[in-house]
């Protein structure tokens, strides 16, 4: 009897963050694909805090991985019982604009914790670090990609996972130009994770004795706080309109910019404590909010995009994760169910490019 080897499709995942690690996940189970995912950093991580996760965003998670209501509490996830809107400057301050009651159960997680217990169900063989992607050029058998280190590899179909400056998205929308690049959504934000034990010293005991999402409005910014880590931390947030584009995206930020931001806040209930709040940190940073208003495609032969390397939205409700997760739903289930990679990323693309033109009405 010969010893026949079956082929398996190989597949690359450009991309560490949530969105990679989610679909690498969803790929797992499928004996037929060989999947290796490339993160561009030293380590896997992710930016900022809290996440959150609507019931519909948790479902998609769960035909995933099935087990996904263990994960999110192994990473500290905490329901989400209410959003309570307030008022944060002016002769209103301190005022209830409303409360928004969750009639389904939505989550928050801290990004760093889901990546984690993401990644803790993947084999250590198929996760590759320090790869930065610099070079793709696409063959009659497969796609070469070259990396920053020198590493080339040859694969059947490439999923770009990349995010919002993606590399991948400039070699799928043939776009050397930049004009489906991402642009200025014209705020900035900074964050910081603090203690529930500070939050309450600074900001009161109030705001804290139900599980709650806060959000302040008021002249220029807005104030954002929510709990994580089981009810042990609290994101701190405050965002701002940008009066020019940033030449960073990241800036440093002082106390001096804070108090200009919000000069007509700090009579108010909020403004102070969190100034405090997040100017508690090594490195203050603004980081300049950007997303992508236009994509002609989703797929160019054997390479797609997925999650803000597609689609990037400004980080406000988790819709951006949801979205990721829907994408590496739809493209587990082809990849599944077709032999051909080129015609399961064509079919990916061509329902993606439909939800789009139904979302923007045209």
Same mark, same amino acid.
């Given at each position: 009897?010969?010893?026949?080897?079956?082929?398996?499709?190989?597949?690359?995942?450009?991309?560490?963050?949530?969105?990679?690690?989610?679909?690498?996940?969803?790929?797992?189970?499928?004996?037929?694909?060989?999947?290796?995912?490339?993160?561009?950093?030293?380590?896997?991580?992710?930016?900022?805090?809290?996440?959150?996760?609507?019931?519909?965003?948790?479902?998609?998670?769960?035909?995933?991985?099935?087990?996904?209501?263990?994960?999110? $509490?192994?990473?500290?996830?905490?329901?989400?019982?209410?959003?309570? +809107?307030?008022?944060?400057? !002016? %002769?209103? #301050? =301190? /005022?209830?604009?409303?409360?928004?009651?969750?009639?389904?159960?939505?989550?928050?997680?801290?990004?760093?914790?889901?990546?984690?217990?993401?990644?803790?169900?993947?084999?250590?063989?198929?996760?590759?670090?320090?790869?930065?992607?610099?070079?793709?050029?696409?063959?009659?058998?497969?796609?070469?990609?070259?990396?920053?280190?020198?590493?080339?590899?040859?694969?059947?179909?490439?999923?770009? $996972?990349?995010?919002?400056?993606?590399?991948?998205?400039?070699?799928? +929308?043939?776009?050397?130009? !930049? %004009?489906? #690049? =991402? /642009?200025?959504?014209?705020?900035?934000?900074?964050?910081?994770?603090?203690?529930?034990?500070?939050?309450?010293?600074?900001?009161?005991?109030?705001?804290?004795?139900?599980?709650?999402?806060?959000?302040?409005?008021?002249?220029?910014?807005?104030?954002?706080?929510?709990?994580?880590?089981?009810?042990?931390?609290?994101?701190?947030?405050?965002?701002?309109?940008?009066?020019?584009?940033?030449?960073?995206?990241?800036?440093?930020?002082?106390?001096?910019?804070?108090?200009?931001?919000?000069?007509?806040?700090?009579?108010?209930?909020?403004?102070?404590?969190?100034?405090?709040?997040?100017?508690?940190?090594?490195?203050?940073?603004?980081?300049?909010?950007?997303?992508?208003?236009?994509?002609?495609?989703?797929?160019?032969?054997?390479?797609?995009?997925?999650?803000?390397?597609?689609?990037?939205?400004?980080?406000?409700?988790?819709?951006?994760?949801?979205?990721?997760?829907?994408?590496?739903?739809?493209?587990?289930?082809?990849?599944?169910?077709?032999?051909?990679?080129?015609?399961?990323?064509?079919?990916?693309?061509?329902?993606?490019?439909?939800?789009?033109?139904?979302?923007?009405?045209?």
């Amino acid at each position: 009897m010969s010893n026949l080897s079956v082929h398996r499709t190989r597949i690359a995942i450009i991309g560490g963050g949530l969105a990679g690690t989610v679909l690498a996940n969803a790929l797992l189970p499928m004996a037929h694909l060989d999947m290796h995912l490339f993160e561009a950093d030293a380590c896997f991580s992710e930016r900022g805090a809290a996440i959150g996760l609507s019931s519909t965003a948790q479902s998609a998670l769960k035909h995933i991985i099935p087990s996904a209501d263990e994960l999110l $509490a192994k990473a500290g996830a905490v329901p989400m019982n209410s959003t309570r +809107t307030m008022i944060g400057s !002016g %002769v209103a #301050a =301190a /005022s209830l604009v409303l409360d928004l009651p969750r009639t389904t159960q939505g989550k928050v997680v801290h990004r760093g914790s889901l990546l984690r217990e993401l990644l803790s169900g993947l084999p250590s063989s198929m996760l590759h670090t320090g790869k930065k992607l610099t070079d793709m050029e696409s063959t009659d058998d497969g796609i070469e990609l070259t990396f920053e280190d020198g590493y080339m590899a040859r694969f059947d179909a490439v999923v770009g $996972a990349d995010g919002i400056f993606s590399r991948v998205r400039k070699h799928v +929308t043939r776009d050397p130009g !930049g %004009v489906y #690049a =991402a /642009s200025p959504a014209g705020f900035w934000d900074c964050r910081n994770l603090v203690t529930v034990e500070k939050a309450r010293d600074v900001l009161g005991q109030d705001l804290f004795r139900v599980h709650r999402q806060y959000g302040w409005i008021g002249n220029g910014a807005f104030i954002m706080h929510d709990v994580l880590d089981h009810g042990h931390k609290i994101q701190c947030v405050i965002s701002g309109v940008e009066a020019k584009q940033a030449k960073n995206r990241a800036t440093p930020l002082s106390r001096h910019d804070l108090n200009l931001v919000l000069k007509d806040w700090l009579d108010g209930p909020i403004a102070k404590g969190m100034i405090e709040l997040v100017l508690d940190q090594d490195n203050p940073q603004r980081f300049s909010q950007w997303e992508h208003k236009s994509t002609p495609t989703y797929s160019d032969g054997r390479t797609c995009i997925m999650g803000d390397a597609a689609h990037a939205t400004t980080p406000w409700q988790g819709y951006g994760l949801g979205l990721a997760i829907e994408d590496a739903v739809i493209l587990s289930t082809l990849l599944a169910e077709t032999s051909s990679c080129r015609g399961a990323l064509d079919e990916f693309s061509a329902g993606r490019m439909a939800m789009q033109a139904w979302t923007l009405g045209d």
